[in-house]
């Protein structure tokens, strides 16, 4: 099983990964590793996937979440049940908070006594998921992690998504560049999530240099195969260090 973790830890009994597509039981168009339940895998193969990744990095409990590209932030419950929102947040020790992606860029959250997890579409980005994340901690600012999602080169958009950043951050203009197709943006998911976060006081912000597109041996992609697996980006609190 080949995971993804930060550089440099959050904080010391805080700990990250997210899975790369590799490791799993999924057969073609979803292998090998899918975590996601809702895009016509067998669902044995899911279960026993998720399973093993949660076996693997020594978690009890997960809160998985059914995403729907909305700005909604719940607590996590360690109760299994499934809930609609596109971030989570938590307090307790052997509890992951669960995102999965598949070009939309999966951010972590952590003040060293709460972390949290937030899945970060274009949609959920101009909308405020970071922000009403962010509104989960009190006191200190969080350390911010950016995993993987598309990169500069691969995420085309059309001129009403530039429109309705740099109506609301003008710098959000240098977050994208002209498209070769007349009328389209290359967009740069990553600064466009760096610049909202800075503008709301963050400054402890890591990662982003990867490409879920153009990595196709690691990583699903909607955007390249829409009928694909899903990746989780995964963040908890315990009292070990990461196996």
Same mark, same amino acid.
């Given at each position: ?5 930060? @550089? ?9 990964? @997210? ?7 999924? /057969? ?26 949660? &076996? ?13 590209? %909305?700005?909604?932030?719940? /607590? ?16 307790? @020790? %052997? ?50 992690? /950016? %995993? ?24 959000? @203009? ?17 600064? /466009? ?6 503008? &709301? ?43």
């Amino acid at each position: 099983m080949q995971l993804i973790r930060p @550089s440099t830890p959050l904080f010391e009994q805080v700990h990250v990964a @997210s899975t790369t597509r590799l490791g799993g039981i999924s /057969l073609p168009p979803y292998d090998s590793l899918n975590v996601g339940d809702h895009v016509g895998d067998d669902p044995q193969h899911v279960q026993t996937n998720r399973a093993r990744l949660l &076996a693997h990095l020594g978690i009890t409990h997960a809160q998985w979440l059914k995403q729907v590209h %909305g700005t909604q932030c719940v /607590l996590a419950e360690s109760k299994g049940d499934i809930k609609e929102a596109d971030a989570c947040w938590t307090d307790q @020790s %052997g509890l992951a908070c669960v995102i999965m992606t598949a070009d939309c860029l999966p951010v972590v959250f952590s003040d060293g006594e709460r972390v949290a997890a937030a899945h970060a579409g274009w949609r959920g980005l101009v909308n405020g998921v970071l922000e009403n994340t962010l509104a989960c901690f009190s006191g200190e600012s969080p350390s911010v992690w /950016l %995993g993987p999602a598309i990169g500069p080169t691969a995420f085309e958009v059309g001129p009403e998504v530039r429109e309705q950043f740099c109506d609301q951050l003008s710098a959000s @203009s240098d977050c994208f560049t002209p498209s070769p197709r007349q009328g389209k943006w290359m967009a740069h998911i990553y600064h /466009l999530a760096r610049l909202r976060l800075s503008a &709301a006081g963050i400054d402890r912000i890591s990662g982003g240099e990867y490409c879920t597109f153009t990595d196709a041996e690691r990583f699903y992609s909607y955007r390249r195969t829409p009928q694909t697996g899903r990746m989780a980006t995964l963040v908890w609190k315990s009292a070990t260090s990461l196996r």
